[in-house]
């Protein structure tokens, strides 16, 4: 299967927000405790949220990476059934991790877990690539195969390293990856907070994870 996949972020919608100029804008969202009461926040916080583009129904776009000039990207990712992590390892260059995950049943296939790197330092997308080659096609090449992962969701880097750090949470694991190497292993594993809950459905752990400051 080939899997047409946009690196970006969305429910349903892409969404641009005017906050990034004025960050005020929306503060009071971020410190209000919950009221079940009827929402009376100021018009100003909707009117600088504006849609930039909307998915057809029953699209999930899952995590959320941006290139330093606000572009977003579409890729197709060989036998993958979604893209379920994207860390930037150095500037203009992304780990993805793909998989095959059935969104019908809410299942991930084990063993189908793989991480890639997206080399977009000489595409011309946005203008703003230089260099010889400026204008060339993405380079994706696969880094390594996960054959012992069971559900990959969530990707962070280590700074200053050549790793990533990515959560299994059909395993309740986190693995270590060397984006220079392709080697791997588990560097964490806690049953009383990272494993699946007994008869989970869909059986999920630790989900996502950021290293603190980065």
């Not at 941006?66 to 203009?92: C, K, M, Q, Y």
């Not at 790197?117 to 090449?141: C, E, H, I, Q, Y």
């Amino acid at each position: 299967m080939w899997l047409y996949s946009v690196i970006a972020f969305a429910l349903t919608a892409l969404f641009y927000s005017n906050s990034y100029a004025n960050p005020t804008a929306c503060s009071n969202l971020l410190s209000r405790t919950y009221d079940p009461s009827p929402d009376t926040t100021s018009s100003s916080c909707s009117d600088s949220v504006t849609t930039i583009y909307q998915f057809s129904n029953g699209t999930w776009i899952e995590n959320i990476a941006v290139r330093s000039n606000s572009n977003l990207l579409l890729h197709t990712f060989p036998d993958a059934g979604g893209l379920l992590g994207i860390a930037e390892i150095s500037p203009d260059i992304f780990a993805v991790v793909a998989g095959t995950f059935n969104f019908a049943t809410f299942t991930s296939v084990a063993g189908s877990y793989s991480t890639w790197r997206v080399d977009l330092r000489f595409n011309d997308l946005g203008g703003r690539s230089k260099g010889p080659s400026k204008g060339a096609s993405p380079s994706v090449t696969k880094i390594t195969d996960l054959p012992q992962a069971l559900f990959l969701n969530g990707m962070t880097i280590l700074p200053n390293t050549s790793y990533v750090l990515i959560a299994d949470p059909g395993a309740g694991v986190v693995r270590h990856v060397d984006t220079g190497t392709g080697e791997y292993e588990v560097v964490l594993s806690d049953t009383a907070t990272m494993a699946p809950p007994e008869n989970a459905v869909p059986a999920t752990g630790i989900n996502g994870l950021h290293v603190q400051g980065s």
